[in-house]
């Protein structure tokens, strides 16, 4: 049975919780996606874990400045495509940005702009797997799950440091 295992976290863009899985990091999620704890099942539960630890430390780094690569070991759980959408990902430098379009070109899948998008609005790991890296093609800031005022700040951080 897998140990699931989340913490509440405060930061400068809100509250997260922070949800792992085992020894992996599986989930960040931003104040309007929480569940209620009622919601919560019974094997879900706010525990003092090793790897929860590690990603506050980093959060705490990386919201000062003073980290720019998360080195968690992290599960992405998903399709075959979402995990090469969200392994590509990982390969935009902090502090630059690329477009939906370079980023399905990057993957092979240079038609699946779209798909691409909708992929990265999927991802469980935003900030340690940075979807606010990924803007329009003509420079816009498009859709983020937090809200574009939080890929604002995101990428505001990154580009000051």
């Not at 340690?128 to 420079?139: L, T």
Request: aromatic fraction near 8%; hydrophobic fraction near 35%; proline fraction near 4%.
């Amino acid at each position: 049975m897998s140990l699931l295992a989340y913490r509440n976290y405060s930061s400068p863009i809100g509250k997260l919780r922070l949800v792992s899985k085992d020894n992996c990091l599986v989930a960040i999620n931003f104040e309007n996606d929480l569940l209620r704890e009622e919601d919560l099942s019974e094997d879900f539960t706010e525990k003092s874990h090793e790897i929860l630890d590690r990603v506050c430390t980093q959060l705490d780094q990386y919201f000062l400045g003073e980290r720019k690569e998360f080195d968690l070991p992290i599960l992405l759980e998903g399709t075959e495509f979402q995990k090469k959408v969200w392994g590509e990902l990982l390969n935009v430098p902090y502090g630059k940005t690329i477009s939906y379009s370079e980023q399905a070109q990057r993957i092979g899948s240079p038609k699946a702009v779209r798909a691409v998008g909708a992929t990265n609005g999927k991802n469980h790991l935003p900030i340690v797997v940075p979807c606010h890296r990924v803007i329009g093609k003509s420079g816009q800031l498009t859709g983020y799950a937090g809200g574009l005022g939080i890929k604002k700040f995101l990428l505001g951080l990154e580009q000051s440091a």
